[in-house]
Nanobody, 120 residues
Framework: QVHLVESGGGLVQAGGSLRLSCAASGRTFSRYAMGWFRQAPGKEREFVAGINWSGDTPSYADSVKGRFTISRDNGANTMYLQMNSLKPEDTAVYYC?????????????WGQGTQVTVSS
């Protein structure tokens, strides 16, 4: 059974930084793509960033390019999202996801989410 647990969310002022983590268990972590999605109140869940199994091909939504960095540590079965220059519009519940390919993340396994709130 795949189990994904997000952590690292919280309240931060605009311009600040947070680092999210996603700890995975249940199957061989290094064989799967990982990614982050977010959902703000009243909005659809949206893709934020994805990374392939080896970590050498990250991809980002235009809204976070240059501010967020996705990475993974296959030895620790953990994925990260470093979020810098945070804006109030980044406020959302952030979810991690796992699937065979980045393009399939929306159909993969999901964690329970971690709240990120950016105050202006």
């Amino acid at each position: 059974q795949v189990h994904l647990v997000e952590s690292g969310g919280g309240l931060v002022q605009a311009g600040g930084s947070l680092r999210l983590s996603c700890a995975a268990s249940g199957r061989t972590f290094s064989r799967y793509a990982m990614g982050w999605f977010r959902q703000a109140p009243g909005k659809e869940r949206e893709f934020v960033a994805g990374i392939n199994w080896s970590g050498d091909t990250p991809s980002y939504a235009d809204s976070v390019k240059g501010r967020f960095t996705i990475s993974r540590d296959n030895g620790a079965n953990t994925m990260y999202l470093q979020m810098n220059s945070l804006k109030p519009e980044d406020t959302a519940v952030y979810y991690c996801a796992q699937s065979p390919a980045v393009g399939d993340l929306h159909r993969g396994y999901w964690g329970q989410g971690t709240q990120v709130t950016v105050s202006s």
